[in-house]
């Protein structure tokens, strides 16, 4: 059996590091590249917190009294920063460091520039690495097997969680452990190997041998080891992404610090995971990697039937969201995002519904969204991308409609908040105020406008729309003109730093 160590006693500073890159395309057309999964929530029970602050939580929580020694690392897109920081705003008490990346390039260098950050200060802190995209129904079990994690990273090895599996999974890749009595404070299993994702017999032989275990990119490791193995096995990804940080750039908002590494040399950089880069390659090596069960109720929601796996379900199997009447309906997943959702005599469906898109599925072929999602992509159509609904730093705007050189939006602003100075080359717009109150330039005029007034904004004149109030401010915006692409915005000056 193997011993858990309920509190374990640190001498290291532990920093949670959230990875929150991704784009979850299985999950369309509920996630997109502009909203994607992380950000969702995708609970049916009373939890109405993002996959990404239930990460953060969880994570907080695991580390307990170390949590409040220095803020959490979240690599993030530099796209997704402001979502990032609204759903922060909705935790309380957190204090978290953004490492943003210009591109995307896998989570070998994600995770590095959180090791190099982590070391700023000069010491060699313990990251608690997870995935931002994952759920997990069992706190208690998570915790303890951190506590495990976190001893074994104290004593200088890498930690892994290893899921418990649960069936013949073939989407996950796996790793064979066994138990050790030389293994570190003989808390953990020696990592014999890892293997790739197997095929559906595979999958049965290894739960039929049993001691493998699903690989769910959980890791805990000191700071230095994760450095001192990537200079061993990719030295080129430590060289490239070690220039990247030494170019960075930072600011803050609202008491949130932005971390930017230079852009052409992160671009450089090879795209590559943690797994293959690294962890894959340590069993056998100068690093000792030991891994610690996880029975926790992880699942990484990789599709639709996964948030129908976890979700709670009716007397008939189905679980749903939203405004949904289901009649002679079994095992199937309904979800509601902007209207009433109805079907009847079906079963082992997937239904989802957004305020531009609507997906049905058969629940066995959930996996295979990814391919519609691809088709959208080559035609170039913008539900790849965005929802009717987009989130800014500002607030959000939602299309309510459009047609030939006309678009209509309902745009809200926070309170004190303000979207850029701007104009436009091939459109002309029309403000009505409907709630609150507007601070509004227009060429060399500065306008206050009040519910049910108006104003004109010619093409090509330069104008801002502010909130001065402290109500949201809402208004709905008539576009006409030749091209009403979202392009069409020359910024001359921007509080959120957007070019």
């Known amino acids: 059996m193997i011993r858990i160590v309920p509190n374990p006693n640190l001498s290291s500073k532990v920093i949670p590091v959230i990875l929150c890159g991704g784009s979850g395309t299985r999950l369309w057309p509920l996630s997109r590249s502009g909203f994607p999964k992380q950000f969702l929530v995708l609970?049916?029970?009373?939890?109405?917190?993002?996959?990404f602050q239930q990460a953060l939580s969880r994570a907080q929580k695991a580390i307990g009294s170390h949590a409040d020694e220095q803020p959490a690392l979240i690599v993030t897109n530099e796209e997704h920063r402001f979502l990032v920081l609204d759903q922060l705003r909705e935790l309380k008490d957190v204090k978290a460091t953004l490492l943003l990346e210009p591109v995307a390039r896998n989570t070998a260098p994600a995770l590095t520039l959180a090791a190099l950050c982590a070391q700023a200060q000069g010491d060699d802190p313990i990251l608690l690495i997870t995935p931002a995209d994952q759920t997990i129904t069992n706190q208690p079990a998570f915790e303890l097997a951190m506590h495990s994690a976190l001893q074994i990273a104290q004593s200088g090895a890498i930690a892994i969680?290893?899921?418990t599996p649960t069936g013949p999974e073939t989407g996950y890749g796996y790793i064979k452990a066994k138990l050790d009595p030389q293994a570190v404070v003989d808390i953990g299993m020696t990592v014999e190997r890892f293997v790739e994702k197997p095929d559906v017999a595979t999958a049965t032989q290894y739960l039929k041998e049993g001691g493998y275990y699903w690989n769910g990119g959980m890791f805990v490791l000191k700071a230095g080891v994760w450095l001192a193995a990537l200079q061993a096995f990719r030295p080129d990804i430590l060289q490239a992404s070690t220039q990247a940080w030494d170019g960075k750039t930072s600011d803050a908002h609202d008491g949130t610090v932005f971390i930017r590494p230079d852009k052409a040399l992160f671009e450089a950089i090879p795209s590559e995971s943690i797994d293959y880069a690294v962890?894959?390659?340590?069993?056998?090596?100068r690093f000792p990697i030991q891994m610690v069960p996880l029975d926790a109720g992880w699942n990484d929601l990789g599709a639709w039937d996964a948030v129908w796996q976890v979700g709670a379900p009716d007397n008939a199997g189905n679980v749903t969201r939203g405004d949904t009447v289901l009649d002679q309906t079994t095992n199937s997943l309904v979800y509601s995002s902007t209207r009433l959702v109805s079907a009847v005599g079906v079963k082992d469906l997937v239904i989802v519904e957004t305020a531009d898109a609507v997906l049905v599925a058969n629940r066995a072929n959930s996996q295979e969204v990814?391919?519609?999602v691809s088709?959208?992509?080559k035609a170039g159509r913008e539900e790849k991308n965005l929802h009717r609904k987009v989130n800014r730093p500002w607030g959000w705007y939602d299309s309510v409609d459009e047609g030939e050189r006309f678009k209509v939006k309902r745009i809200q602003v926070k309170p004190g908040a303000s979207l850029s100075l701007q104009m436009h080359h091939h459109r002309a717009e029309h403000w009505i105020v409907v709630k609150g109150i507007a601070e509004i330039t227009n060429g060399d005029q500065v306008l206050t406008l009040h519910e049910n007034q108006s104003t004109f904004i010619p093409q090509g004149q330069t104008h801002r729309l502010a909130n001065p109030g402290t109500e949201p401010l809402e208004i709905i915006e008539v576009?006409?003109?030749?091209y009403l692409g979202e392009d069409d915005i020359v910024r001359f000056e921007d509080t959120y730093g957007r070019q």
């Open 43 to 51: 609970s049916s029970n009373e939890d109405q917190h993002s996959l």
């Open 161 to 163: 969680l290893g899921v």
């Open 279 to 285: 962890i894959e390659q340590c069993p056998g090596s």
């Open 370 to 372: 990814k391919a519609i």
């Open 375 to 377: 088709r959208l992509e």
């Open 479 to 482: 576009q006409s003109g030749s």
